[in-house]
């Protein structure tokens, strides 16, 4: 069971700290920061990381790939290309195995998600977001995600939201959506419609543990004014980003990625 | 009584919502947001507000110079331009009534100070800060602010105002010191100490009034886990950059401007 997840985003938007969150796991270590006389990288890196992890008893091949660079710099007009690159490279990867004679053991490294992290102003996407959703939007299922939604009032949470997917269908971006099981039983069907109606995810992650003031112990953010639990369903959407990505749709996504973008994407390969 | 601030950063890191706060007015009406379907601006403007307002009984013509669209773009390799730009031109305007016969009347229309907000991303200064405060440093008083501080916990204002500071060191740029007045009383001498101490300023801005749970009502944000009070001193440091702006050094603001920024602007533009 391989699932591939890219990581999109500028730098301290807290990609790293979120995917250790889902995971539960310290997928990736603390990061060391680049000294200040460092010289700054100049192209988008792609990075991978892989770990073998349960899930619900289920053991599960984890990849995450991570974008570093991305939005960093003062002209990001190239930003969007490594990224791009990458998936296609994966594409033809998983391509050339299907032309095999012996077709056992083929090895999905496609992307079967990318987790899109916006940044919390409060006002509407910026044009790199844009840029970056519609140049990937037919090749990879977008998954936007409002970054370190603890900067957001409930208010702010909502009218941002709104926002976003007004700009998301201003530009004619398909992100992913997440399909409502007409057929099941209800709890389902009321569970799937939860997760939808909350998409683009407000998240805040935290790797730490931390006191409540009324004595718990949990997994969020100590300030002084007082504690934001990730896993607290008042707080953020944490949760239902985990049972979407983890639980509920893992399935799906690598389904719509066999079924929908790798055919269309070869169709056109091969028609060319 | 004139002082003109400059206020720039990207889109959403609370400027206008600071620029309220710090002078206890609506300079700036609640945003009106463009519509998902406008043209976004290509090049970054530059919009002056003046009020006049009072402060401690003193009466004061208060300008805030604007600079939508800074940091904004896909390529924001101009960015800085219309900014640096504007303030020589105001320089050059200064020059000119100088230059007249009758010199009575002259208005000082410099920037005084510039308000530079930095992403509390937790990690650095971005290539952009650096980019942008090593073109102004030598033409205007740069008063770099980490925005939206209720993002970060207290160990990570620590971390990252060390950061900060050493980026700034390392690309030897030179923003605003807040002398310290040795001669005056120890009262004094302790209050500016406390303000120098705290560069960067970690703030928070709010132009609505929120109950705390213990039933007061403050200027700050209310969230399910709390709320950030701007006028708390362990809350951030609004309470400091007020200080610093409004109170104690002012004055040293414009005189630094005018004894030492546009004189050497002035000594350069005349030898050149
Ligand atoms: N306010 C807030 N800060 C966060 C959140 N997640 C991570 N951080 C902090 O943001 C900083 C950058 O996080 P990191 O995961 O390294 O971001 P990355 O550069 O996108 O990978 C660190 O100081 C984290 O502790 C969050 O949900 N909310
Ligand atoms: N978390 C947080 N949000 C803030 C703060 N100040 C303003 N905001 C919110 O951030 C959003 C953008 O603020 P605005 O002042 O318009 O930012 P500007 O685009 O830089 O002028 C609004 O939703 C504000 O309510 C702050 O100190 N902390």
Redesign the pocket.
Known sequence: FQFTAMVV?E????????INTLFNTQLYPR?VPLPPSAERPKTVAIESITADIEENGVRLRLTVVDTPGFGDFVDNDESWKPILENIEARFDEYLEQENRVNRQKIVDNRVHACLY?IQPTGHSLKQLDIEFMRRLHTKVNLIPVI?????LTDEEIVSFKQRVLSDIAEHNIRIFQAPIYENEDEETVAETEEIASKIPFA????DQEVDTPDGRTVRG?SYPWGVVEVDNEDHCDFVKLRQMLVRTYMEELREHTNLHLYENWRSEKLHA
């Open positions: 985003g730098s301290g938007l807290g990609k790293s700290t979120l990061k992290f970054a370190k939604a603890d900067t998240v805040v992650g935290s953010r």
